[in-house]
Nanobody
């Protein structure tokens, strides 16, 4: 399954960005979509996830209250609205498709190419 992420860019601290991830083949209701990020020199970390059917969500503690994951079933698209961005949010952000509402990257088996988010202080 191909995933295409977009929406990254350069923003000042306190600003907002909205990432999008288009799934080129319609997911099943049993699928889960996740966002992960990887900063330079660091390991990939979980950000947020959502069930394709039902819309249950899961967030990393570091982004709760600032990021919101949502989906548009008709457009096969998952969004990550990022508000009150901090310099520590700077990373390459990846969307992924799996079958568990999980924070483990190993539970996701299809990955997009990543979109860079840079937050200046």
């Amino acid at each position: 399954v191909q995933l295409q992420a977009s929406g990254g860019g350069l923003v000042q601290a306190g600003g907002s960005l909205r990432l999008s991830c288009i799934v080129l083949r319609r997911p099943f209701s049993s699928h889960r979509m996740g966002w992960f990020r990887q900063a330079l020199g660091k390991e990939r970390e979980f950000v947020a996830a959502i069930t394709w059917g039902g819309g249950r969500t899961l967030y990393a503690d570091s982004v709760k209250g600032r990021f919101t994951i949502s989906k548009d079933n008709a457009g096969n698209t998952v969004f990550l609205q990022m508000n009150n961005l901090k310099p520590e949010d700077t990373a390459n952000y990846y969307c992924a498709l799996g079958t568990s509402l999980s924070s483990w990257s190993s539970d996701y088996n299809s990955w997009g190419q990543g979109t860079q988010v840079t937050v200046s202080s």
